[in-house]
């Protein structure tokens, strides 16, 4: 039998976790998460982890097995995976990945895009002029160096937002001009699934699983972490609205509405770089299994 990644994609709260597990169970085998902030083990209210009994459901890789102290790239990711995929292929043909992360998807599954080594003062510079004029000064210079990537990119994430701009600054080019090009084929064939619902289930799920973190400690979990505030891996949402509550800058009330806000922007996003790959097939988040199950049994 061929080496067969299944990856499952979709929005944040679409319920990505409990299909994972299920598939898993029936294949036997292995998950590894691809949700960039799920990583980090300061980090477990605020991102979903799984809980003890999801986690104990099936053997998991890649959660909480870094802190937010730490360098942790894209590129790293790619090769941590394609060196733990090489393991798990040895004791089973079929391994699950799933998660949210369109750039950490692609990554896994196609391979990253070469960029030139850069000044590495201009990001200093960058950095600077976030904090002293803020994002939209950033997202502003790119929308003019760049149109291309400003449209594609999450140009709220401040941290590929000065990625992009130190790539057109430091080469004069566009980040875009170093995109798609060929990449290293893959040892293994790729299955995508893809979970959906309509807007106003989706954004329901969401509101509600805000509560439940609320409920659950965010705001203490988030506590802790204020004094590190300003690290990559603390700019997400979930985190920078509690972070606005600390300062002063929102209510309480606030802060959670902004959350559950920002939180279904990201799920629109989301929805928007995965429909552009005709390759997924997407399943409603309430399907049969067994569908699924038909389906991959098929392609597999």
Same mark, same amino acid.
């Given at each position: 039998?061929?080496?067969?990644?299944?990856?499952? =994609?979709?929005?944040?709260?679409?319920?990505?976790?409990?299909?994972?597990?299920?598939?898993?169970?029936?294949?036997?085998?292995?998950?590894?998460?691809?949700?960039?902030?799920?990583?980090?083990?300061?980090?477990?209210? %605020?991102?979903? @982890?799984?809980?003890?009994?999801?986690?104990?459901?099936?053997?998991?890789?890649?959660?909480? *097995?870094?802190s937010i102290f730490e360098d942790y790239s894209v590129g790293q990711f790619e090769k941590d995976t394609l060196t733990k995929l090489d393991e798990l292929f040895l004791k089973n043909p079929i391994q699950i990945?799933?998660?949210?992360?369109? #750039?950490?998807?692609?990554?896994?599954?196609? %391979?990253?895009?070469?960029?030139?080594? @850069?000044?590495?003062?201009?990001? =200093?510079?960058?950095?600077?002029?976030?904090?002293?004029?803020?994002?939209?000064? #950033?997202?502003?210079?790119?929308?003019?160096?760049?149109?291309?990537?400003? *449209?594609?990119?999450?140009?709220?994430?401040?941290?590929?937002?000065?990625?992009?701009?130190?790539?057109?600054?430091?080469?004069?080019?566009?980040?875009?001009?170093?995109?798609?090009?060929?990449?290293?084929?893959?040892?293994?064939?790729?299955?995508?699934?893809?979970?959906?619902?309509?807007?106003?289930?989706?954004?329901?799920?969401?509101?509600?699983? =805000?509560?439940?973190?609320?409920?659950?400690?965010?705001?203490?979990?988030?506590?802790? #972490?204020?004094?590190?505030?300003?690290?990559?891996?603390?700019?997400? @949402?979930?985190?920078?609205?509690?972070?606005?509550?600390?300062d002063g800058n929102f209510t309480k009330e606030l802060a959670i509405a902004e959350i559950k806000k920002n939180t279904r922007r990201f799920a629109k996003r989301q929805g928007t770089w995965f429909r552009k790959?005709?390759?997924?097939?997407?399943?409603?988040?309430?399907?049969?299994?067994?569908?699924?199950?038909?389906?991959?049994?098929?392609?597999?």
């Amino acid at each position: 039998m061929k080496n067969t990644l299944i990856t499952i =994609v979709g929005a944040t709260a679409i319920g990505k976790t409990a299909l994972s597990i299920k598939l898993a169970q029936h294949f036997g085998c292995d998950i590894i998460s691809c949700d960039s902030r799920q990583f980090y083990k300061e980090m477990t209210i %605020g991102t979903a @982890v799984p809980d003890s009994e999801e986690l104990a459901s099936a053997t998991h890789h890649f959660i909480q *097995n870094r802190s937010i102290f730490e360098d942790y790239s894209v590129g790293q990711f790619e090769k941590d995976t394609l060196t733990k995929l090489d393991e798990l292929f040895l004791k089973n043909p079929i391994q699950i990945m799933v998660g949210g992360s369109g #750039l950490y998807v692609d990554a896994a599954l196609k %391979g990253l895009d070469y960029f030139p080594d @850069v000044d590495p003062t201009i990001r =200093v510079n960058l950095t600077k002029e976030l904090e002293k004029n803020g994002i939209e000064y #950033l997202q502003n210079q790119l929308k003019e160096l760049d149109i291309e990537t400003y *449209n594609s990119i999450a140009i709220d994430n401040p941290h590929r937002l000065i990625r992009a701009l130190e790539i057109c600054i430091g080469t004069d080019n566009t980040y875009s001009s170093f995109k798609n090009k060929p990449k290293t084929p893959r040892n293994f064939q790729s299955i995508k699934i893809g979970l959906t619902a309509n807007r106003e289930i989706m954004y329901n799920r969401i509101n509600q699983r =805000v509560d439940i973190m609320m409920q659950n400690g965010l705001l203490e979990e988030a506590e802790k #972490l204020y004094p590190h505030k300003k690290l990559n891996a603390l700019q997400t @949402v979930g985190y920078r609205e509690l972070f606005e509550y600390f300062d002063g800058n929102f209510t309480k009330e606030l802060a959670i509405a902004e959350i559950k806000k920002n939180t279904r922007r990201f799920a629109k996003r989301q929805g928007t770089w995965f429909r552009k790959d005709k390759n997924i097939a997407w399943f409603d988040f309430q399907d049969d299994i067994q569908n699924i199950i038909q389906l991959l049994e098929a392609k597999i």
